[in-house]
């Protein structure tokens, strides 16, 4: 019996620890390893040389958003105090008319804010015609879109960062 034992008892390597690593750079590249920590140490060192050596993704990124801004001045213009669309687009709704008004009036007036009244003539003046302009908005104020202040005829409207963004985007759609 004992002949038995001692072969079936082979002796047993020590296990090797197991490491995982996943990193997430700002440029949106992805890296994950799992292995003995000297492998994912040499993959790492070759994953973050390779982003290095390419062109910042951010700095391009930005340039190519540059280029891909709308006109606002080929959009809007300024007439009797009010920042008007040139023309009015068949698949353009109040709500987005008035929210690309007001990033327009920010860019091109550089005002932060509108007044309701000044902003419900410039709508109209646009060729919509909205029957209340704070029903028509309320969607986008609670999107957080745009932030009001005031109340009935002393009210202000500011578009938020993320408003500029919505505007952005259907503005590009209509160039």
Same mark, same amino acid.
């Given at each position: 019996?004992?002949?038995?034992?001692?072969?079936?008892?082979?002796?047993?390597?020590?296990?090797?620890?197991?490491?995982?690593?996943?990193?997430?750079?700002?440029?949106? #590249? %992805?890296?994950? *390893? +799992?292995? &003995?920590?000297?492998?994912? @140490?040499? /993959?790492?060192?070759?994953? !973050?040389?390779? $982003?290095?050596?390419?062109?910042?993704?951010?700095?391009?990124?930005? #340039? %190519?958003?540059? *280029? +891909?801004? &709308?006109?606002?001045?080929? @959009?809007? /213009?300024?007439?009797?105090? !009010?920042?008007? $669309?040139?023309?009015?687009?068949?698949?353009?709704?109040?709500?987005? #008319?008035?929210?690309?008004?007001?990033?327009?009036?920010?860019?091109?007036?550089?005002?932060?804010?509108?007044?309701?009244?000044? $902003?419900?003539?410039?709508?109209?003046?646009?060729?919509?015609?909205?029957?209340?302009?704070?029903?028509?908005?309320?969607?986008?104020?609670?999107?957080?879109?745009?932030?009001?202040?005031?109340?009935?005829?002393?009210?202000?409207?500011?578009?938020?960062?993320?408003?500029?963004?919505?505007?952005?985007?259907?503005?590009?759609?209509?160039?």
């Amino acid at each position: 019996m004992k002949n038995q034992e001692e072969t079936s008892q082979e002796p047993q390597k020590p296990a090797q620890q197991s490491y995982k690593l996943r990193i997430r750079h700002p440029s949106g #590249a %992805e890296f994950e *390893a +799992e292995g &003995p920590a000297e492998f994912i @140490l040499k /993959e790492k060192e070759g994953f !973050l040389s390779a $982003l290095n050596s390419q062109p910042a993704p951010a700095q391009a990124k930005m #340039a %190519e958003n540059q *280029a +891909e801004k &709308p006109d606002w001045s080929a @959009l809007a /213009e300024m007439r009797n105090g !009010l920042t008007i $669309l040139k023309n009015k687009h068949p698949q353009l709704k109040c709500p987005e #008319a008035a929210l690309i008004i007001m990033a327009a009036e920010r860019q091109l007036a550089g005002t932060q804010e509108v007044s309701a009244i000044s $902003l419900s003539k410039a709508v109209k003046a646009s060729g919509y015609a909205p029957e209340r302009l704070d029903r028509v908005l309320t969607k986008a104020m609670r999107e957080g879109l745009i932030k009001a202040s005031g109340a009935k005829r002393n009210r202000y409207y500011y578009i938020t960062d993320r408003g500029l963004e919505r505007a952005w985007l259907d503005a590009r759609k209509l160039q």
